[in-house]
């Protein structure tokens, strides 16, 4: 696996998992770690009900009020960017990836205080176990 590359704050993580493996099993992570799975949006699935064709990609969202509440009550427009989101997708060479925003980059985007983003600062964490062979 090699090193997570960012860019305009994205962090991409490869996988050897396919998409469906890949987020089933960073869904399996979050509901071990009581964290709320609020959607799962299955992108390829919906482009095909409307006659369209796309590469595999799941958006996974989910947060934990505890960490999340105190941010936005601190910053309300961090709520643009939570809850948390990844992004589970097949690019056209059929390699597999896991992207999200960087902690640091939604700490600069929001003026937010470093204190409070260390709470959903574990997204780094929970992708790196799901990205893992």
Do not use: C
Not at 64 to 88: I, S, Y
Not at 107 to 131: E, F, N, S, T, W
């Amino acid at each position: 696996m090699s090193t997570p590359t960012t860019d305009n704050g994205i962090v991409t993580l490869p996988t050897h998992r396919s998409v469906a493996e890949a987020a089933d099993r960073l869904a399996a992570l979050i509901e071990a770690k009581q964290i709320l799975l609020f959607a799962r949006i299955d992108f390829a699935a919906d482009a095909q009900r409307a006659g369209l064709t796309m590469n595999p990609s799941q958006l996974l969202v989910f947060g934990n009020p505890r960490a999340g509440t105190p941010l936005m009550q601190a910053v309300p427009a961090a709520a643009l960017d939570l809850p948390l989101k990844v992004l589970v997708w097949q690019d056209g060479d059929g390699r597999v990836w896991f992207s999200y925003n960087a902690t640091s980059y939604l700490q600069a985007r929001h003026g937010a205080p470093a204190d409070l983003m260390k709470a959903i600062d574990g997204v780094v964490a929970l992708v790196q176990a799901a990205a893992a062979d």
